[in-house]
């Protein structure tokens, strides 16, 4: 494959630099008469209707009922999901890890900043068809690269974001853009910690960027911040801590300006947390995008067909027009992995 500019990348002509270098990643492709994504790229699901989204989100509960729309099985191993973009559910993009040795605790004891050892591995980007069959798989690392954790990812109607960090706490990352046409990528910055997910404010051209177990973010402005690469660190223009310990976020969304909250940025966020053994709880969460603030949280007690949370690791959400419902997307379990797909059914309890 012969590298060449991210097209998708032309809205940011106005940012403070000129994105140049584009890497290519190694594909499988297993559906050859398949395009990767539509040709056409339609508008992201959850920001396609944010302000329906957000509406119908906050008269949600605990004792709302949850139908089950349905199952689509993905094929083949797919490892640790831990991004997740749906595409008119015509395309499923997951971002999954490939771990080829486990990291080790140093057993409570910190070493040059974090408690456990690198690990080896390789990050994935797949896509899969509207019925899960594997169309391409791009492995986005090569051996030896110690950046090798992909985290949660977004879609923001023109290029896919993610970011690929040490699979470890309090060491580092970089972010990408990725083409979804040929899943070509362009390493834009590189930051002294670990990153998971990323969100994408289109209107004020602004990312946002979770740490491990999404305590802090990052805000980063693609018209100010200057990139730098690996191996140089970039500066955000701020970090905040994330106030609300109901569950950590493993993978957000951005919805848009919402009138409903005087129009600041609102992102939603899928996780879980651990509160103790065999204690887990799952959720989603209605966040400021500038300040990590919940602004609605609910909780979610779904599980697999494998006994693992529903909200463990990736998902999306979209506004279903024919039912004028939400609809979320889940992806929970590892190697052998199903789509659960749910809308909330109208007029359920509520519960405050």
């Known amino acids: 494959m012969t590298p060449t500019k991210i097209k998708v990348l032309s809205s940011l002509a106005s940012a403070a630099y ?41 008269t949600l509960g605990r004792t709302t009922v949850w139908r089950s729309v349905k199952n689509i099985t993905f094929e083949g191993d797919t490892g640790e999901p831990e991004g997740m973009v749906v595409i008119d559910e015509e395309r499923f993009i997951t971002a999954r890890g490939d771990w080829t040795a486990a990291t080790v605790s140093y057993n409570g004891t910190i070493i040059n900043g974090t408690d456990r050892s690198p690990g080896a591995g390789y990050a994935h980007l797949e896509v899969y068809d509207g019925q899960g069959k594997r169309v391409v798989d791009a492995t986005l690392t090569k051996p030896g690269d110690i950046e090798y954790h992909i985290g949660g990812i977004e879609y923001d109607g023109q290029c896919i974001w993610a970011t690929l ?35 994408h404010d289109t209107k004020t051209q602004r990312l946002a960027t979770l740490n491990w177990g999404a305590r802090n973010t990052s805000i980063w402005s693609l018209n100010a911040t200057s990139p730098n690469t690996y191996p140089a660190f970039s ?5 905040l801590k994330n106030p609300s310990f109901f569950i950590d976020y493993q993978d957000c969304k951005f919805l848009g300006h919402s009138k409903y909250y005087g129009h600041r940025a609102v992102m939603i966020c899928s996780g879980v947390a651990t509160l103790a053994i065999n204690v887990t709880i799952g959720g989603l969460a209605l966040v400021d995008f500038e300040t990590m603030v919940p602004f609605y949280e609910v909780p979610l007690t779904m599980k697999s067909a494998l006994g693992t949370p529903i909200t463990q690791n990736p998902f999306d959400i979209a506004w279903n027009s024919a039912n004028e419902t939400l609809r979320v997307y889940f992806l929970p379990d590892l190697h052998n992995s199903t789509l659960y797909v ?11």
């Open 342 to 352: 749910y809308e909330p059914v109208r007029n359920s309890p509520y519960e405050y």
């Open 165 to 199: 960090a040490q699979y470890r706490p309090n060491t580092t990352a970089s972010i990408i853009a990725i083409d979804p046409h040929t899943l070509e990528y362009q390493s834009l910055y590189h930051y002294a910690d670990h990153l998971g997910g990323i969100v």
């Open 235 to 239: 500066s955000p223009i701020s970090v």
């Open 18 to 58: 000129l994105l140049t270098a584009t890497l290519a990643a190694n594909l499988t492709v297993f559906q050859s008469n398949v395009s990767f994504v539509p040709t056409t790229l339609p508008p992201p699901g959850p920001a396609a209707n944010f302000e329906a989204i957000i509406e119908q989100f906050t």
